[in-house]
C-alpha cells in the first residue's frame, strides 16, 4: 500500500507539471501533453441533477487524469446542524464519488477540509479519524472566512485519490 501511494505521489506530481502545458481537446475526450496523451474523464456521481443536465454543467463530481482521481468539494445540506452528523455525511459522499470513479478512501492521497467555524475541529476530527485506513492521506483543514462554506453545511472535504 506505501509503495502504490509513494507511486501515485510521484504521478501527482507529473500531472501537476504536464498541466502547465496541456492542451485540452474536448470534455472527457483527450488531453496532450509533452509526454503523449493520456486519458481524462469526467464523472457526475453525486451530483444534483440540476448540475449536471445543464448545457454546460458548473463543476464535475469528478474527474480522472493520468491515475488520479480529483473529487469536488462535497458538503452536507441538511439538518440537524451538528459538526459530527455533517461530518459523517460529508465522508460517506465522498468515499461514494471516489467508489463511482474506481477508487476508494485507502488510496486517497490529500483530503482538504473546509470547516465553518474552527471551533468544530475537535469534532470533526472524531468522526474523520480511522476513515481512510491506518496511513492516513495528507490533509489541510481550513476554517473559511465570513460567509461560510456553501450551502449552509458546517464541512466540506474535497480529496485527491489514485485508481
Known sequence: MEKQRRTALKRLLGTIGGL???T???KAERVKTATGSVRHEAGTAGMPEAEYQQDVPLFSGNTKYNGLVFIAGKGAH???FEIKAHTEIVLKELEK???AAG????KVLKVTVFLNDIADYQGMNEVYKGRFGSKPPVRTTVAVAKGGVPG????EMDCIAYV
Do not use: D, R, T, W
Open 20 to 22: 502547465v502545458g496541456a
Open 24 to 26: 485540452v481537446v474536448s
Open 78 to 80: 441538511v439538518e440537524p
Open 97 to 99: 464519488e471516489l467508489i
Open 103 to 106: 477508487s476508494s478512501m485507502q
Open 152 to 155: 449552509n453545511s458546517l464541512v
